[in-house]
């Protein structure tokens, strides 16, 4: 079982920058491909990036393509998301996820955390 902690979220001002934190129990951290993803009010969750358990391939929501940078650091068990230039609308509930090497890119995230809230004020 792979507990996932979020932590980093706030209220910011449109334009300006957070970044978040996702601490994972799990010793091998390293063989966990690792998600955002987000849920604003009345909205379905949805995808923000990811990045492979290697560490060599990331991608990203078009929404926050150029803004946004996912990042890890297996030393820590920690996975980052930089968020720049942020607008309101990435005002949301931003969960962390994980999932194995093993399940592949096409499988469902396994472990997800509680969930950090991110305002952006115009």
């Known amino acids: 079982q792979v507990q996932l902690v979020e932590s980093g979220g706030g209220l910011v001002q449109a334009g300006g920058s957070l970044r978040l934190s996702c601490a994972a129990s799990?010793?091998?951290?390293?063989?966990?491909?690792m998600a955002w993803f987000r849920q604003a009010p009345g909205k379905e969750r949805e995808f923000v990036a990811d990045?492979?358990?290697?560490?060599?391939?990331?991608s990203y929501a078009d929404s926050v393509k150029g803004r946004f940078t996912i990042s890890r650091d297996t030393a820590k068990n920690t996975v980052y998301l930089q968020m720049n230039s942020v607008k309101p609308e990435d005002t949301a509930v931003y969960y962390c996820?994980?999932?194995?090497?093993?399940?592949?890119?096409?499988?469902?995230?396994?472990?997800w955390g509680q969930g950090t809230q991110v305002t952006v004020n115009t």
């Open positions: 799990e010793r091998t951290f390293g063989t966990y491909t």
């Open positions: 990045i492979w358990w290697s560490g060599l391939v990331r």
């Open positions: 996820a994980a999932r194995h090497r093993t399940i592949g890119a096409s499988g469902k995230y396994e472990y």
